[in-house]
Each structure stands twice: as C-alpha cells, then as structure tokens.
C-alpha cells in the first residue's frame, strides 16, 4: 500500500513538473518592433505633472491652470517645461504674476521669452518666482529676504498691511495642495549677475 502511495505521488509530481515547465516555455507572443513614433510618448509629457486626478486638493500647477489671470504665466510655464517642477511634494511657495503683470512689461518681452531659444532665461525668471516653504502672507512679514529655486535671493519688504516680494506685491493668495500660490502684481526680475 505504501508503495502504491509513493508511485501516486511521484506521478502527481511529474505531472506537476510537465503542465509547470509547459506554463514557462516559449510564448508565442508577437510585438510590434516597428513602433511609430507618434504613439511614442516623449520623455517631456511624462512625470506627475501629466497625471489627472479630480479628487486631490489642486496643486500649484493645477490652480494656474484653472486661473483665467495666470494663462501667461502657464504659458511661460510650459515653454520652460517646468511642469512637473510645479507638482513636486513640496512645500512650494509661487508668486504668480497675473497676466496684467506680464503686459507692463516692455513691448515684446514675453514674446520674446516664450521664444524656444530663451528657454533657459525663461526658467531662470520663472524659478525666481518659486521657494521653498508654505508661509501664508502674514507670515512672510517676518522674512528679509527668502531663497528661490534659482538659487538668488529676492527681498521682502513690509509697508503696512502689504507684503512686497522683489518689488511685487502680494494680491491675493491660494491653498494648494503641495503648497501656496501667492498671486502678485508685477513679474520678478531676477538681477543680473
């Protein structure tokens, strides 16, 4: 009877060990190795800036995009490809000039920014707008001064109840869910160096 247990089981485990490696055997799976480039995604439309969700707390990206004053600056924003920046964790502080802000500059200026050979000089301006931190307005009346993501440094000034940040002056201000979007009056300049 043992014997006639230990031949089952062997058999079981051979037939096992046939149906497992006929599971791992070659596949007859077919791939197209002559992709077009089209529906290729480019490493550009990539990352967290290009991931919808409807449920979350907007981020700073989000709030520009969905700001009829801000569609200059998510232009300036997506000429740098500066997207996924503006998504990160955070925290992230952003002084968004309003359209009115990009127009009182000279003639010419932001056409000329938006420009793909000024993409450089375009994100250094941009990232001089962005620092660290999620400080409301009242707060940033404490600071001197606050370190950008471009590694300069702009000036706060305090003149009663406003807060001035390189000269411009913080309008209003927006909760987002990686930081807080301070909407401002004029673009920073960054000085030159």
Known sequence: MKSSIKLSMMGLFSLLTIISSCKN???NETKDLNQNESTVASEYT???AFIEDDESTPNVL???LQSEDHTTLVAAVQAAQLENVLVN????M????TNDAFSALPEGTVEDLLKPENKDALANILKYHVTPGNYSKD???NFKKLGQANDQNVLVEVKGDDVFVGGAKIIGSVKAGNGIVHVVDKVILPPTQ
């Open 62 to 64: 989000q709030i520009a």
């Open 25 to 27: 055997g070659p596949q």
């Open 94 to 97: 952003v002084f968004a000039p």
């Open 89 to 92: 964790a955070g925290p992230l």
């Open 139 to 141: 707060f940033l009346k």
């Open 46 to 48: 990539k990352g967290q």
